[in-house]
């Protein structure tokens, strides 16, 4: 019988599940009543392989049944706040450098990039290759089954929004180092997740109101320009290059 990887029991079989959530992978709002656009994966590594168009929505065979209902309860929640909320802007005179989502239960997105992240590493895919959880595996998949924060450590990070429509692109999860803490920075349309895996290390005292832990109920998001980022230098050097799409 197959083993599930996040319960770890024999299960009967196992089902579809995809790695990003599929709300946020067949995102209409770019592209009014047209459908969803299709995400176009970018390796972030400038010398890897040739970025291919994902079938479909990248999806394996990886949870059980009653692990794939967890994982989509926490999927649903994350997309409800991050595309469906009110995003309340936060000016620096009249020019928003960051967004507000109120009422949050930060607790819940907490539990959705430690679902984000064990799925990439389960997967199999090239893509999420350079997600290894080493021993946070263990303590996200016991969070996850028990529904309880505890075990998350030290988990924390920033959201970062770009507002200009950046294209429809995901770019692959990458491990960075964020004062000098380890993250894995996640790209999904337009937001980029830096998530913390680290348990002892904190944030410099001027910014923790800022991250994702900072506030109970709040969630800020930080405000990034698409054109003096880093990642946009990438993505078009690829572009460039011939991107196989
Ligand atoms: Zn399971």
Known sequence: MPVCKLCRQDVPKLVKSHIIPKSMYG???LNGDKGPTKLVPISNDLRGMRPKRIPSGLYERI???KCEEI???FDSYAYDVLYRRTKIPIKNKIYP?????RGVNVYNMLLFFASLLLRMSFSHSAAFGNVNLGIYEDRYRRSLLDGNIDYLGGMDGFISFYDNNLSATF????????????????SIFNYAFDIKVSDNQEYPKYLKVLNIGSMEDNLILIKRDLYNNKNFQIIAQKIKGGISV
Not at 97 to 101: D, T
Not at 175 to 180: D, L, V
Request: glycine share 4%; hydrophobic share 35%.
């Open 97 to 101: 450098v960051g967004y507000i989502i």
């Open 63 to 65: 949870l059980c049944h």
């Open 27 to 29: 995102f209409r709002h």
């Open 171 to 186: 770019m692959n999860p990458y491990k960075s180092r964020i004062f000098n803490i380890m993250h894995y920075s996640i």
């Open 71 to 73: 994982t989509s309860k």
